[in-house]
């Protein structure tokens, strides 16, 4: 009788393949993935297997614009990381791959972690994804899986209904912009968004309004708190 080891080498070899559906750990989900060719995109969500489909170009000019603004962000907050389609492990059934994550470095005192292989080990404090529809896995499983792993904050802009979606998913609340329709992001202080200006692409608009919080008290405040922790982390080294 074979075990449980031979049955996944047997599953792998005969079937090297991912397809949406595939049911499977996170680590059988990883050995297979790292064998795909260049260029192919895989996420499991759940102990599920989802291959996307192709992008639209306002998709990609979505995200980019996004990007942007948490790029720029990152630029005046150090400590601060941004990753794009990058790989995230987040516990046994899951391995997405975000449009956008933002997190706080580890030597920050970020929640995640990274991997001797240049992999984010744990969830980060931010994701942000591009959907194309209100019934997407991006509104609905990614963000059960998400607050179930413990991120903490979630971006989920509704191409078809132009609508920015933000949660709180730690209390797993969906969050209103303020009065002005700005975004101000709870766990990056400074981090604001113009709602409006992201559904028309407007990227000169949610530049001008990201250097109002970059410009704020609370950005101040935080770029200090996180250079606090970075330095009582680098004294811990030391000592260790």
């Given at each position: 009788?074979?075990?449980?080891?031979?049955?996944?080498?047997?599953?792998?070899?005969?079937?090297?393949?991912?397809?949406?559906?595939?049911?499977?750990?996170?680590?059988?989900f990883h050995r297979?993935?790292?064998?795909?060719?260049?260029?192919?995109?895989?996420?499991?969500?759940?102990?599920?297997?989802?291959?996307?489909?192709?992008?639209?170009?306002?998709?990609?000019?979505?995200?980019?614009?996004?990007?942007?603004?948490?790029?720029?962000?990152?630029?005046?907050?150090?400590?601060?990381?941004?990753?794009?389609?990058?790989?995230?492990?987040?516990?046994?059934?899951?391995?997405?791959?975000?449009?956008?994550?933002?997190?706080?470095?580890?030597?920050?005192?970020?929640?995640?972690?990274?991997?001797?292989?240049?992999?984010?080990?744990?969830?980060?404090?931010?994701h942000g994804e591009?959907?194309?529809?209100?019934?997407?896995?991006?509104?609905?499983?990614?963000?059960?899986?998400?607050?179930?792993?413990?991120?903490?904050?979630?971006?989920?802009?509704?191409l078809q209904d132009?609508?920015?979606?933000?949660?709180?998913?730690?209390?797993?609340?969906?969050?209103?912009?303020?009065?002005?329709?700005?975004?101000?992001?709870?766990?990056?202080?400074?981090?604001?968004?113009?709602?409006?200006?992201?559904?028309?692409?407007?990227?000169?608009?949610?530049?001008?309004?990201?250097?109002?919080?970059?410009?704020?008290?609370?950005?101040?405040?935080?770029?200090?708190?996180?250079?606090?922790?970075?330095?009582?982390?680098?004294?811990?080294?030391?000592?260790?």
């Amino acid at each position: 009788m074979l075990n449980d080891v031979d049955k996944t080498r047997r599953y792998e070899q005969a079937s090297p393949t991912l397809d949406s559906g595939d049911r499977m750990t996170q680590p059988e989900f990883h050995r297979i993935y790292e064998k795909m060719p260049k260029g192919f995109k895989a996420e499991l969500v759940g102990g599920v297997v989802f291959v996307p489909s192709p992008l639209r170009i306002s998709h990609g000019e979505s995200d980019n614009n996004l990007g942007t603004v948490l790029g720029t962000y990152k630029s005046e907050t150090p400590g601060v990381q941004v990753l794009q389609n990058s790989t995230v492990i987040l516990g046994e059934e899951d391995e997405p791959q975000p449009d956008e994550s933002l997190r706080i470095r580890p030597e920050y005192g970020g929640q995640s972690r990274t991997t001797p292989d240049d992999y984010v080990d744990g969830p980060p404090e931010l994701h942000g994804e591009i959907a194309t529809s209100g019934k997407s896995l991006d509104l609905h499983g990614k963000r059960e899986r998400y607050r179930a792993a413990g991120v903490k904050e979630y971006l989920v802009l509704n191409l078809q209904d132009e609508h920015l979606h933000w949660f709180d998913l730690t209390t797993n609340t969906e969050l209103q912009p303020d009065a002005d329709g700005i975004y101000r992001i709870r766990n990056f202080p400074g981090l604001w968004i113009d709602g409006a200006a992201l559904i028309a692409g407007d990227l000169k608009r949610l530049l001008a309004v990201l250097q109002q919080g970059l410009a704020s008290p609370e950005h101040a405040a935080f770029v200090a708190k996180l250079a606090a922790a970075h330095a009582e982390y680098k004294a811990t080294s030391r000592q260790s």
